[in-house]
C-alpha cells in the first residue's frame, strides 16, 4: 500500500488556495534538465560498482520500486567536460587542486586515445543505459596543445587562443564526437565550445579561457565549418554567459556583453544565426542573480524582453557567493534550506525568464560547499556518497517535466499566499499534467487545483521534505493539504 505523503483531509479552519490552471494559455516548451560530470565523475567512474550504480541511478533512474518510490530523479540531458589536457600536465599544470584538472583525448602527437576520460565515458554510458537521449559536451579551454601559453587556464584575462588555431579546434572537437561516438554509442547532441567568457580565468583555479564577443563569432564559425564538412549533426550552444546581465548589457564589458543581440541580430557583424550547426537559442548561467527575489524577478524580465523570442536556456547554478544574505555558499547543506531556495531558483527561472532548459553545476561534489547534488568523500578510489535534498527537489521537476513538455498558466486566486507558496504547470506530451508546488512556510498549504480537463481520481503526488525524497501517495479528489518546508509534483491524467 503507498504510503501517503499529504495530508488529504483539509484542515477545516483554513480555506485552500485556489489554483486556476489554464491548458490553452502556453509559454516555453521544455528542452531538458541537466547537471554536469565536471569533476569528480573521471574518478567516480571508476569506483566501485556498488557506489557508481548508485549515482548513476540518483542522476538517471526512471524506475520505481515495488511501492512507487521513485529511485532517481530522471535528468533528461548530461553535460561532459571535454578536458584540456590538465590533467597529464599534473603539478606543471599551475591547477593546484587536482580534481580541477581534467585529461584531454588528444596525445601531444596529434593522435588520441579513448581510454582517457574512462570515468566520464562510463557515466555517458550509464546515463544512456537509463534513457537519457541527449547530451552536451562543453569546454572549459580549448586543448593545451593549441592555447597561447600551453595552459589550460589563461594571462591577465588574455583569450588565450589565437584566430589561427579555430580551425583546429573544430577538428579536436569533431574527432572527440566521432571517437565518444564510436566507442561508447553517444552521441553529443550538443557542443558548448566556450564557458562564462566573462571572467579573467587567470587564477589557475580550474581550467577556463576568456572570450569577447568577436573571438567567440569566430571561433564558432571555425566549429561550424569543420563540422558541415563532416557532416557532424552536433548543434553549437553558445555562449553560456557567465550570468544573465551580459545577454541584455554590456555591465562593465562592452565588449563581451549584450550577447542576444550580438549573435542573433541580422544587423551584427558577430552574428551567427545562418549558421548551419547553430542552436537557434542562448544560454547563460543564473550565478549573482538569484537574490533577493525581486531584484531576480526584474533580471529575468529583461532576460525575457531582450530574447525577443529566442529560446533560453539556464545552463549552469548552484548555490554561489552570499546571495543578499539570503543563502551563502558555503558549507555543505543535505537540507531543506538549501533546497527550498534552488527550488525557488528554478522556479522563477522558469515562470519569468521562460527557460527551456535547467541545468545544475557539479552533479557530484568532494567540497564543503553547496555546489554539488551529490556529496562524495575525495578519493579517487572509493569512498561515501550522500544525496541531498537539493537532488530530489530537482527531481520534483525533471523527473515529471520531460522534453518536450509546454508550461500553461497557473494562477493563485490569494496574492497573499504567494509569498510562500509558488506553483507551475505542465503538460507532457503524453497529455499528462504535472504541477509542481513549493510551500517554503513553516506550516501547511491547503490547495484546490481547478483545471476541468484534470480528471480526478488519476492525480498521484510526490513530496520532498525533510521526511523524506519524491514520497508517492494519492490525491482522492483535487484538493490537498502540502506539508510545510516542501515541495510537492503532482501529475494526473487530462481528459481528451
Not at 571535454?82 to 580534481?99: L, M, V, Y
Request: hydrophobic content about 40%; overall charge positive; some cysteine.
Amino acid at each position: 500500500m503507498l504510503c501517503s505523503a499529504l495530508q488529504t483531509v483539509v484542515a477545516q479552519s483554513s480555506p485552500p488556495v485556489q489554483v486556476y490552471i489554464d491548458l490553452q494559455r502556453t509559454a516555453q516548451t521544455i528542452h531538458n534538465f541537466a547537471a554536469s560530470d565536471a569533476w569528480a565523475c573521471q574518478f567516480t567512474g571508476n569506483w566501485p560498482d556498488s557506489k557508481r550504480v548508485q549515482l548513476a541511478d540518483w542522476l538517471f533512474s526512471m524506475d520505481t520500486t515495488r511501492n512507487g518510490q521513485p529511485t532517481g530523479i530522471g535528468l533528461s540531458m548530461w553535460r561532459f567536460n571535454i578536458g584540456a589536457g590538465s590533467t597529464e600536465q599534473g603539478s606543471n599544470s599551475g591547477i593546484g587542486d587536482e580534481w580541477r584538472r581534467a585529461a584531454c583525448f588528444r596525445n601531444t602527437d596529434g593522435t588520441y586515445n579513448w581510454q582517457k576520460q574512462a570515468g566520464q565515458l562510463w557515466f555517458l554510458q550509464a546515463a544512456k543505459a537509463r534513457g537519457v537521449t541527449r547530451f552536451l559536451g562543453f569546454l572549459n579551454s580549448p586543448p593545451v596543445a593549441f592555447t597561447r601559453n600551453s595552459k589550460a587556464f589563461a594571462d591577465k584575462g588574455i583569450c588565450n587562443l589565437t584566430p589561427d588555431k579555430y580551425d583546429s579546434v573544430g577538428i579536436f572537437l569533431r574527432d572527440v564526437i566521432l571517437g565518444i561516438q564510436k566507442n561508447t554509442g553517444v552521441t553529443l547532441s550538443y557542443i558548448s565550445p566556450v564557458n562564462e567568457p566573462q571572467w579573467d580565468w587567470s587564477d589557475g583555479g580550474q581550467e577556463g579561457c576568456p572570450y569577447n564577443n568577436e573571438q567567440i563569432y569566430g571561433l564558432t564559425k571555425a566549429i561550424d565549418q569543420q563540422f558541415s564538412a563532416a557532416g557532424i549533426k552536433s548543434q553549437l550552444l553558445i555562449p553560456e554567459a557567465g550570468q544573465f546581465n551580459y545577454l541584455y548589457a554590456s555591465e562593465n564589458k562592452p565588449d563581451k556583453g549584450m550577447q542576444v543581440k550580438a549573435f542573433f541580430d541580422p544587423q551584427s557583424s558577430t552574428y551567427v544565426g545562418h549558421l548551419k550547426n547553430i542552436y537557434h537559442g542562448i544560454a547563460a548561467h543564473s550565478y549573482f542573480t538569484t537574490s533577493p527575489a525581486d531584484t531576480a524577478t526584474a533580471i529575468r524580465k529583461r532576460v525575457v524582453a531582450a530574447l525577443k523570442g529566442i529560446p533560453f536556456w539556464q545552463s549552469e547554478c548552484c548555490i554561489l557567493g552570499s546571495n543578499a544574505g539570503e543563502m551563502d555558499g558555503g558549507k555543505v547543506d543535505l537540507g531543506m534550506d538549501a533546497a527550498l531556495y534552488i527550488a525557488r531558483v528554478i522556479h522563477t527561472d522558469l515562470t519569468v525568464a521562460n527557460a527551456a532548459a535547467w541545468q545544475w553545476w557539479l552533479a557530484m561534489s568532494p567540497y564543503d560547499y553547496k555546489d554539488g547534488l551529490i556529496y562524495i568523500d575525495k578519493n579517487k578510489t572509493d569512498g561515501q556518497i550522500h544525496d541531498t535534498k537539493m537532488l530530489w527537489v530537482l527531481g520534483n521537476y525533471s523527473r515529471f517535466v520531460r522534453p518536450g513538455a509546454t508550461r500553461v498558466s497557473a494562477a493563485l486566486n490569494d496574492s497573499a499566499a504567494a509569498a510562500h507558496l509558488l506553483v507551475s504547470a505542465y503538460k507532457n506530451t503524453d497529455n499528462s499534467l504535472n504541477v509542481v508546488v513549493i510551500n517554503s512556510s513553516q506550516t501547511a498549504a491547503n490547495v484546490a487545483i481547478q483545471c476541468r480537463q484534470l480528471r480526478a481520481g488519476s492525480i498521484r503526488s510526490y513530496t520532498t521534505n525533510a521526511q523524506g525524497n519524491l514520497q508517492p501517495g494519492y490525491v482522492p479528489g483535487r484538493t490537498l493539504t502540502v506539508p510545510p518546508r516542501s515541495v510537492v509534483t503532482l501529475t494526473g491524467k487530462i481528459n481528451k
